[in-house]
T-cell receptor, first 115, second 115 residues
Framework: GENVGLHLPTLSVQEGDNSIINCAYS??????FIWYKQESGKGPQFIID?????DKRQGQRVTVLLNKTVKHLSLQIAATQPGDSAVYFC??????????????FGTGTRLTVIP | DAGVTQSPTHLIKTRGQQVTLRCSPK?????VSWYQQALGQGPQFIFQ???????QRGNFPDRFSGHQFPNYSSELNVNALLLGDSALYLC??????????????FGDGTRLSIL
């Protein structure tokens, strides 16, 4: 699979501050990326996605930025709350010739919000 | 609107045994993917099923097999279990059939422990 990795394995932020989680990918042909949040004992939860024809996409309190030149993704969480504490994964979606779409995950970043 | 459901939630087996895990996709989804997540790592793609056929397979041995039923639900079978098969097994569903760039939605997984 392709290498999708994260720069920082852990991140601690104060409640109310903004969080930025970074991710690098290696396949320049990738055209679709997804951020997932995984809480303890649960499966990955879809947060936001972005297609390669976009540089930025905003959701509720979250923004994803895509820099195709350096093959870098970031997830920004505004006004971080204790409920945001979790492991965050970026995933590279590969659409194959067979019609399948496979996700390649990095190792994740653990976000801890300090009250 | 029910999300992805998996059963059982936990399972304990011994080496050499066989196991079957089950998944019901999110309503409206026709494609099911299976992932293995070892402790502290990101999910690894096992295979994807669409129209009751395996459409893509990751780097897993033939001991791992699957099936998709006409109602889109799916099973993952693992034969001759090894200690290294201990992991969280995740099922994800999505809308296939020529719909690229559709996010996969995950269940909460089955925690498999091999003794």
């Amino acid at each position: 699979g392709e290498n999708v990795g994260l720069h920082l394995p852990t991140l601690s932020v104060q409640e109310g501050d903004n969080s930025i989680i970074n991710c690098a990918y290696s396949n320049s042909a990738s055209d679709y990326f997804i951020w997932y949040k995984q809480e303890s004992g649960k499966g990955p939860q879809f947060i936001i996605d972005i297609r390669s024809n976009m540089d930025k996409r905003q959701g509720q309190r979250v923004t994803v930025l895509l820099n195709k030149t350096v093959k870098h993704l970031s997830l920004q969480i505004a006004a971080t709350q204790p409920g945001d504490s979790a492991v965050y994964f970026c995933a590279e979606n590969i659409f194959t010739q067979t019609g399948a779409n496979n996700l390649f995950f990095g190792t994740g970043t653990r976000l801890t919000v300090i009250p | 609107d029910a999300g992805v459901t998996q059963s059982p939630t936990h399972l304990i087996k011994t080496r050499g045994q066989q196991v079957t895990l089950r998944c019901s996709p999110k309503s409206g989804h026709d494609t099911v993917s299976w992932y293995q997540q070892a402790l502290g790592q990101g999910p690894q793609f096992i295979f994807q099923y669409y129209e009751e056929e395996e459409r893509q397979r990751g780097n897993f041995p033939d001991r791992f097999s699957g099936h998709q039923f006409p109602n889109y639900s799916s099973e993952l079978n693992v034969n001759a279990l090894l200690l290294g098969d201990s992991a969280l097994y995740l099922c994800a569903s999505s809308l296939g059939g020529g719909h690229p760039n559709q996010p996969q939605h995950f269940g909460d997984g089955t925690r498999l422990s091999i003794l």
